[in-house]
């Protein structure tokens, strides 16, 4: 099992910047992708980046390309998102997920949540306007 545990939330202006910080335990070792998602109320949970524990491979979301930037530290089991330029649409719970390894997936990114098999607790992020 891996546990997941998300800290950083809160509530900011737009315009604004906010960090996010997962911190891993347990068997992190069978991961091999850590993922962030959000879920805005009313609305389904959609991939907001992801990121390689090995090589740092990143991928984002296209609503987040130029403002967001995902990065790892490995010794420290950590995963953060920096949030930068935040608009009222990033308001939502987001949630930190970690894809175990399979086999012949060198390279691989999800951005589907079902190819997650951990998940954190979430923390709200609120932008004003």
């Known amino acids: 099992q891996v546990q997941l545990v998300e800290s950083g939330g809160g509530l900011v202006q737009a315009g604004a910047s906010l960090r996010l910080s997962c911190a891993a335990s347990g068997r992190t070792f069978s991961t091999s992708v850590m993922g962030w998602f959000r879920q805005a109320p009313g609305k389904e949970r959609t991939f907001v980046a992801a990121i390689r524990w090995s090589g740092g491979t990143t991928l984002f979301a296209d609503s987040v390309k130029g403002r967001f930037t995902i990065s790892r530290d490995n010794a420290k089991n950590t995963v953060t998102l920096q949030m930068n330029s935040l608009k009222p649409e990033d308001t939502a719970v987001y949630y930190c997920?970690?894809?175990?390894?399979?086999?012949?997936?060198?390279?691989?990114?999800?951005?589907?949540?079902?190819?997650?098999?951990?998940w954190g607790q979430g923390t709200q992020v609120t932008v004003s306007s």
């Open positions: 997920a970690a894809h175990r390894a399979r086999a012949a997936q060198s390279a691989y990114v999800p951005r589907l949540g079902r190819e997650y098999d951990y």
